[in-house]
């Protein structure tokens, strides 16, 4: 029996652990003397989980152990599959997945903290491309590209490179797109190439993400360890903001008018909680009411805001969240099951955990959140 126990799941939340020279087959030596390797701040760690989690190769009774019980295992480099795609193939197995969708970790990093734009380019069209290679001999990996929005015309040539080599969803960063909204004209060929090719875009905890600010850390104490006692993750604090990037990118795409000149456009919001949507939606068509009075731009919209975002967008809860609340509160079509694995966020059991949250949703609205909304996503199923 596999983990989904004959339910037909789709994974909206993945990723890959990376090694050190995940990136290093893709870059020529320019670019690897340019761009600081990865792990470069503290590679014994990460080099002795790795070395750990290969000695299990050949080891029978270490390989049981590791593919017994996947989702309740070690997690990180340690988790079973986690930077090897054969494993995950394996993994998938065991869970029962029909597809997941495939994240990074950190292999966005070099890149994004690159001063020159060129190399920027470069250091994704890298970190893509290995995404590409890691998913490729598995048709249930869809791996997720990544798109910076900076300069228009050269995002637009990643996401043409991206669809090249089977990436199947394009991530972009939650914040503004360099100097314009996400909704400038000048940003219109790459939505509506995302539009016509039934690619999602993908909003993911990371690039543009909102932390607290660093006056409010200024508050006479030490400052405490994050979820997993380190020191590079989310802290309380940062959390509870999680919605707010996702919030702002989404209102400029319905009031810059994204969605009503691409209807065919689709994305997600992937690892920011979810237990705030429907109280969006909600002040969205608040404020459309309010404002609409005196602004043309809201009088031009032939549907409610909030209507833009459930035409478009799904979201996925965390499993500690009420999905079933959510679900009752803001209907079944908007809402995706996630594991987030190998990651420790994702918990030992996340189909348990939603499941007791939906003890009272029909089977139609679960078939929704594990099956149906995430086709709808990607584009294999034309929404109702």
């Known amino acids: 029996m596999t983990y989904t126990a004959g339910r037909i799941v789709y994974d909206a939340d993945s990723h890959v652990m990376e090694t050190r020279e995940w990136l290093e087959p893709f870059m020529d030596d320019d670019l690897k003397k340019k761009l600081r390797p990865l792990y470069s701040r503290d590679p014994g760690r990460i080099a002795k989980l790795l070395e750990q989690a290969k000695a299990r190769k050949g080891d029978k009774d270490a390989e049981k152990a590791a593919f017994e019980n996947p989702i309740g295992g070690p997690k990180g480099w340690l988790a079973a599959g986690a930077f090897d795609p054969a494993e995950r193939s394996r993994v998938l197995d065991v869970f029962g997945f029909s597809a997941q969708l495939v994240f990074g970790t950190f292999s966005l990093a070099p890149a994004l903290e690159a001063k020159d734009e060129g190399l920027m380019y470069a250091g994704v069209r890298a970190r ?180 833009y975002i459930r035409r478009a967008v799904k979201f996925t809860p965390f499993p500690n969240e009420d999905t079933g609340r959510m679900i009752a509160d803001a209907g079944a079509d908007l809402f995706l099951f996630s594991t987030d694995y190998p990651h420790p966020e994702g918990t030992n059991d996340p189909k348990g955990r939603f499941e007791r949250m939906m003890q009272n949703i029909d089977e139609d609205a679960k078939d929704r959140f594990y099956r149906r909304n995430f086709l709808e996503m990607m584009g294999l199923v034309t929404p109702a």
């Open 128 to 307: 893509n491309e290995a995404m590409a290679a890691f998913c490729r001999n598995d048709k249930r990996l869809f791996g997720v590209a990544y798109a910076p929005l900076d300069n228009p015309k050269r995002a637009l040539e990643e996401v043409d490179a991206a669809l090249r080599i089977g990436s199947r969803a394009i991530m972009v960063s939650a914040g503004p797109a360099g100097e314009r909204s996400p909704g400038h004209p000048d940003l219109d060929p790459l939505w509506a190439r995302l539009s016509e090719t039934d690619t999602p875009f993908i909003l993911h905890i990371g690039p543009g993400s909102l932390n607290q600010p660093a006056p409010f850390r200024n508050n006479g104490r030490p400052r405490a360890p994050d979820l997993h006692g380190g020191g590079e993750n989310l802290r309380f604090p940062d959390y509870v903001m999680l919605s707010f990037a996702p919030q702002i990118f989404l209102t400029a795409m319905v009031y810059d008018g994204v969605f009503e000149r691409f209807p065919k456009l689709r994305g997600g919001v992937i690892e920011s909680g979810a237990g705030w949507v429907p109280e969006f939606l909600r002040e969205l068509d608040i404020s459309s009411r309010s404002f609409g009075r005196t602004d043309p731009y809201l009088q031009a919209m032939p549907m409610k805001p909030s209507e």
